[in-house]
């Protein structure tokens, strides 16, 4: 007789989250030693970068038409395997092209995790679903700071970044472990016809929020992901930068509950969008100490992009199940991955334009790139304004057909 544990499924969640998460900031970190030992440009960067942005929606997109038929335990056998074969290909890579084929496999792991995740933990807590998504999600900007520092600790040590991708191995190893030991339950709580699942994509709130989340995972994945590349020469150090950023976002998932509650998700989404243009904006003029000001705001404005957008199709176009989760949560990285290569060419263009304005010292040819590409990435948040500012006007409405989806 199976006997599940919620408890011990939501913490091998967490883990597998948290192996997900330093996968971003360890590789943000190990990205000039790549671009020295394999010569690579930034636009080739970039492209490996993508990969990580192309194996996570291809993932979630067979996760979610297939979670119905298969279930998340063997979802999460995926995940495992893709995260112990990304790795070690990682560790073990000659060049560009089997980078390229490693971060994919990383990727497609990652896909898998929130593929699984998303919709298990809701069946398992059905009375407390956005308490437990937002609690699961912490471990996102949770497991960023722990690879950031991780990273900085290592490098700083000189050690180099073959080990700082092993370190992985070990909370993969451990939630591994326990998907393979623990029981997972049967599909309960949640819309379980894979049929009525695809019917409901094809409404207009969903497409509307699928485009919106384009742009939301775009702000702040795509900055995340440079960050380290685009103020290496700013006076602070990319990774506290990056620690600093995603412990706040921590914080703040962890006590979304009220926030939510009090503003309407939709008033949250707005407001998150408005300080990330802000934040983004203060990243792209700032130096010294006050990049860390700039990256508070910026951590306070996209802090609640990622579980709200997952929470808002769970709470007014519940019907879509775990498709419409996953398919969400894939076409944020699918749209992050498509500009990542846009994001390193424009860094390439902006270092072609300094030195051609002047500018011989390699720092001040770096810091002004950098810093022209922060400006060029404000058009993401300044396109949510003008969205959500649409659709917070129709909040009313929203409530309305929350029960009729």
């Known amino acids: 007789m199976s006997t599940v544990n919620p408890s011990k499924l939501f913490t091998a969640c967490c883990l597998s989250l948290i192996v997900t998460a330093m996968t971003f900031a360890i590789r943000a970190g190990v990205l000039t030693d790549l671009s020295v030992q394999f010569s690579l440009n930034d636009t080739q960067l970039g492209w490996v970068n993508s990969m990580a942005f192309l194996g996570f929606p291809v993932a979630m997109m067979i996760g979610g038409l297939l979670y119905n038929q298969v279930g998340p335990k063997k979802m999460m056998y995926v995940a495992f395997v893709g995260h112990l074969v990304g790795l070690l290909l990682t560790i073990f890579a000659g060049g560009f092209w089997s980078l390229l084929i490693s971060t994919f496999c990383i990727g497609f792991a990652n896909g898998a995790v929130e593929a699984a995740c998303n919709p298990l933990i809701a069946d398992m807590y059905p009375k407390n679903q956005t308490t437990m998504l937002n609690r699961f999600h912490v471990w996102f900007p949770g497991g960023i700071v722990i690879g950031a520092l991780a990273s900085q600790f290592m490098a700083g040590g000189g050690i180099g970044w073959q080990s700082q991708i092993a370190i992985m191995l070990v909370p993969t190893l451990l939630y591994g472990y326990l998907v393979f030991k623990e029981d997972f339950p049967e599909i309960q709580n949640i819309e379980s016809s894979t049929a009525t ?206 029960h009729t989806q």
């Open 197 to 402: 699942n695809i019917k409901s994509l094809f409404t207009p709130l969903y497409i509307f929020m699928i485009v919106c989340m384009t742009l939301t995972a775009t702000t702040e994945l795509g900055t995340q992901q440079w960050v380290g590349r685009i103020l290496s020469e700013s006076g602070a150090s990319p990774m506290i930068i990056l620690a600093l950023g995603t412990g706040l976002m921590a914080v703040g998932r962890q006590f979304a509950g009220p926030m939510v509650h009090k503003l309407h998700p939709v008033g949250v989404l707005l407001l998150s969008s408005i300080l990330a243009v802000l934040g983004i904006y203060l990243l792209s003029i700032a130096q010294g100490g006050m990049v860390y000001l700039a990256t508070i705001v910026f951590a306070i404005g996209v802090c609640y992009f990622w579980p709200t957008m997952i929470g808002f199709t769970g709470e007014y176009i519940g019907k879509t199940g775990a498709l419409g989760m996953s398919l969400m949560g894939g076409a944020g990285m699918f749209a992050t991955g498509l500009w990542n290569p846009v994001i390193g060419g424009w860094i390439d263009e902006n270092r072609a334009e300094a030195i051609a304005d002047g500018l011989t010292d390699p720092s001040a040819i770096e810091l002004a790139a950098g810093q022209a590409t922060l400006s060029h990435m404000t058009m993401f948040p300044i396109a949510l304004v003008v969205a959500f500012s649409i659709l917070f006007a129709m909040r009313g409405k929203l409530a309305k057909g929350a």
